[in-house]
């Protein structure tokens, strides 16, 4: 089970992605999103919490900056998910990556650490706090196609 933080190539793209954070609210619904257009082929994608949260605007917000929704969707906890069932699990919190190796021990499932920051922690103006939410947006969008998309 792999735990590090290395990017192996784009050829290695596997079949279903999971991307888990603490409350599937902001980091990996964002992450879900962001792959449905960067992710070639049909790679099946999730996104769960550990917990699970509430939907939050801001990502509505930035995500549609892009021309990107996430429709009707609501958080997930990693409870309601089966498994053993994703090739690769990719954590974005602390929280949520010690959980999951807990969690998937024993199970054949890559897990990649992609630690985000937690835009939740800026305080200002409405623009100051979208645009944290911008740069994770712009951080996820940027790892995601180094790791898995088109060559």
Request: one cysteine or more; glycine letters at 8%.
């Amino acid at each position: 089970m792999g735990a590090g933080t290395a990017l192996p190539s784009a050829s290695a793209a596997p079949s279903s992605i999971l991307f888990v954070c603490g409350m599937n609210a902001i980091r990996s619904p964002m992450a879900e999103c962001l792959a449905r257009q960067i992710v070639p082929g049909k790679v099946y994608l999730a996104s769960a919490g550990v917990k699970r949260g509430e939907r939050d605007p801001f990502v509505d917000a930035v995500l549609a900056e892009e021309g990107l929704s996430l429709a009707e969707r609501q958080p997930k906890e990693l409870e309601e998910l089966g498994d053993g069932y994703f090739d690769l699990v990719v954590t974005l919190t602390p929280l949520a990556h010690h959980t999951v190796l807990e969690r998937m021990r024993g199970f054949s499932v890559d897990v990649e650490y992609w630690p985000m920051p937690d835009p939740t922690l800026v305080r200002g103006t409405r623009e100051q706090i979208l645009d944290a939410y911008r740069d994770v947006r712009e951080r996820l969008k940027r790892r995601i196609a180094e790791r898995f998309g088109r060559e």
